[in-house]
């Protein structure tokens, strides 16, 4: 009994990953994390620049680990908690404005980790809209978001 249920499963997932692949824009990927970790990293320093202007001591609170560029398609960027920031390539091909709001969002979590009333007034200090900008993004279709 046993040994048939599990054969079943494993059929079912093989044919799961047959209708699906895994990365379908894995070129669009390979062709654009480069610029994406660049363009991300100077963004970070750039806002965590702003920060230490308003607030000398964001200067260690704000300091952040590895910064990895993912290929993902359910999350625009994390930030963990052991401050490594993780972000998705496709930012790239979004506008400046939504980028940064997603940029300055993660580095925002390096200090205050949830969602509540004072993360929102330290992202606003830097993206006047950024509820406006978050509404937006979630909008978006994140895994047909390649080449434009
Ligand atoms: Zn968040």
């Given at each position: 009994m046993f040994y048939i249920y599990r054969r079943r499963k494993v059929r079912r997932r093989v044919r799961r990953a047959g209708r699906m692949p895994k990365s379908p824009n894995r070129a669009d990927y390979v062709a654009h994390k480069n610029a994406a970790r660049e363009i991300i990293l100077s963004r970070?320093?750039?806002?965590a620049g702003e920060y230490v202007r308003l607030d000398p001591a964001f200067a260690t609170?704000?300091?952040?680990?590895r910064v990895s560029i993912r290929n993902q398609r359910s999350r625009w960027g994390s930030c963990s908690a052991q401050k490594n920031l993780n972000f998705n390539y496709r930012l790239v091909h979004l506008s400046p404005e939504l980028r940064d709001y997603v940029i300055v969002h993660?580095?925002?979590h390096l200090v205050e980790l949830n969602h509540g009333r004072d993360f929102?007034?330290?992202?606003?200090?830097?993206?006047p809209n950024a509820q406006a900008l978050s509404r937006h993004i979630r909008r978006l279709p994140m895994d047909k978001i390649v080449m434009i």
């Open positions: 970070l320093e750039y806002f609170k704000m300091k952040f680990g993660e580095l925002c929102w007034v330290l992202v606003e200090k830097t993206i």
